[in-house]
C-alpha cells in the first residue's frame, strides 16, 4: 500500500510541476464558463426592430409601445411599406419588422412578422417573443409559461452541458496522454516490473485525474452559482454521486484510448476525433437531439455526455429527486462497467 500512494504522490507532483497543463485543467473551465454565460448566448436582447404603418393610430400606437417597453425589442424606425423594411434588413440595420395591416384599427388584427432568417433558430425566437409581448397588454408574456428558467437565459442550458463536456475531455484525454507518455518514453515497462501490481499502477496514474475531475467539478458548480446564477436546485449530494459514475466512465474511456495509441499525438486525435465531436454535436449540448434524423438520435443514443446532460439539468435546473434520473444512472452505470472491463482486459491482454 505504501507503495501504490508513492506511486499517486509520484504523478501528482508531475502533473503540478507542468504549469501548462493545469492552466489549461483549471483555465479552461472558467474561460468556457465566462465565453457560454456572457459571451456566446442565445438570449433575446435588443433586437432591432422596425415598424411598418401607413397611418399611427391609437391601437397600433399601443402594439408598439408594448413593444418598445420591452426588453427584448428597440424600435428602431418606423417605415412606410414592407419593402422599406426589407431594404434595411439587407443593409443590417433591423432584424425584425412589424407590419400592420391599413384595417388593423378596426378589425384589431392583421400584423406580419418579417424576420432575418439569416439564424433560423434566433428568428423563431424573435418571432415567438413579439407574438406573446403583442398578446398582453402588460407587455409581458402569459402566453408563455416558462418553467424552472423564466428569465429564459441560456446559462441554464450552457452550464450542464459545459460540465459534461469538460469533464469527459479532462479525464478521457489527460488520462490517455499520461499512460501513452509512459509508453512512448519507454518507462512504463519500468513501471510495470516495480513491486507493485500493474493494475494498481493504472489506478494511481488515474487518482490525481480523479481528484483534478472533483476539483473541476466544483469551480464549475461555484461558478454557476456565484458568477452565471444558475440555481443549485436539486441535491448537491446526488449531483456528486452522478458525476462520480460519469468521471469514473470516462476514465475507463481514457484507459481504453490508451490502450490503443501508440503516441501522444495518436491519443489525443482519438480523443478529439472519438469524444469532442461526438459531445458537441450528438449529446443535446448545442442542438436538440429531438430535431435530428432519426439515424443521428440512434448514434446519440451510445453517447455517454448524453446522459450526463439530461441528468444534471434535470438535478440542477428543475431540482429533481433521484428517482427522476434512474434511467440516466443506470445507462451510465451501465457504460462504465462495459468500458472499464474492456479496458482492463486490452491491458492484461497487452501485458
Known amino acids: 500500500m505504501r507503495e501504490f500512494i508513492s506511486f499517486v504522490i509520484k504523478e501528482s507532483h ?37 415598424v411598418v404603418t401607413s397611418q399611427m393610430n391609437l391601437q397600433t400606437q399601443n402594439v408598439v409601445e408594448r413593444l ?3 426588453e427584448y425589442f428597440d424600435i428602431t424606425a418606423t417605415v412606410s411599406t414592407p419593402q422599406d423594411a426589407e431594404r434595411m434588413m439587407h443593409d443590417q440595420k ?36 413579439a407574438t406573446n409581448v403583442i ?9 408563455l409559461k416558462m418553467l424552472y428558467n423564466p428569465q429564459m437565459r441560456s446559462a441554464y442550458n450552457f452550464v450542464p452541458a459545459i460540465l459534461g463536456m469538460l469533464l469527459m475531455l479532462v479525464c478521457a484525454m489527460m488520462t490517455s496522454i499520461s499512460i501513452v507518455r509512459e509508453k512512448e ?45 444558475v440555481p443549485l436546485a436539486g441535491s448537491i449530494v446526488w449531483i456528486y454521486v452522478v458525476s462520480t459514475i460519469y468521471i469514473i466512465l470516462a476514465l475507463s474511456l481514457g484507459l481504453l ?31 436538440p437531439i429531438e430535431s435530428m434524423p432519426q439515424i443521428l438520435q ?17 438535478l440542477m435546473v428543475m431540482g429533481v429527486s433521484v428517482g427522476d434520473v434512474v434511467e440516466e444512472i443506470v445507462i451510465l452505470a451501465s457504460m462504465t462497467f462495459l468500458f472499464l472491463s474492456v479496458s482492463l482486459a486490452m491491458f492484461k491482454k497487452r501485458l
Open 94 to 129: 433591423a432584424d425584425l419588422a412589424i407590419v400592420f395591416a391599413q384595417d388593423f384599427a378596426s378589425k384589431r388584427s392583421g400584423i406580419q412578422f418579417i424576420v432575418d432568417g439569416a439564424d433560423p433558430n434566433m428568428a423563431q425566437q424573435w418571432a415567438n417573443y
Open 135 to 143: 398578446a398582453d397588454p402588460k407587455g409581458g408574456n402569459v402566453n
Open 185 to 229: 518514453r519507454g518507462t512504463m515497462e519500468v513501471l510495470l516490473v516495480s513491486p507493485v501490481k500493474p493494475l494498481l499502477i493504472i489506478i494511481a496514474k488515474v487518482v490525481p485525474y480523479l481528484v483534478l475531475a472533483f476539483a473541476i467539478l466544483t469551480t464549475i458548480l461555484l461558478m454557476a452559482r456565484y458568477v452565471l446564477d
Open 298 to 314: 440512434w448514434i446519440s443514443a451510445v453517447v455517454p455526455p448524453r446522459y450526463y446532460i439530461q441528468a444534471m439539468r434535470k
Open 14 to 50: 508531475h502533473i503540478l510541476r507542468d504549469r501548462r497543463t493545469m492552466l489549461i485543467l483549471f483555465g479552461m473551465p472558467v474561460v468556457l464558463m465566462l465565453l457560454f454565460g456572457f459571451a456566446i448566448t442565445t438570449d433575446v436582447r435588443n433586437v432591432r426592430t422596425v
Open 257 to 287: 484510448i490508451s490502450n490503443i495509441a501508440t503516441t501522444q499525438i495518436m491519443a489525443l486525435l482519438m480523443s478529439a476525433m472519438v469524444l469532442l465531436v461526438p459531445i458537441v454535436m450528438l449529446s443535446g449540448m448545442m442542438f
Open 68 to 70: 418598445a417597453q420591452s
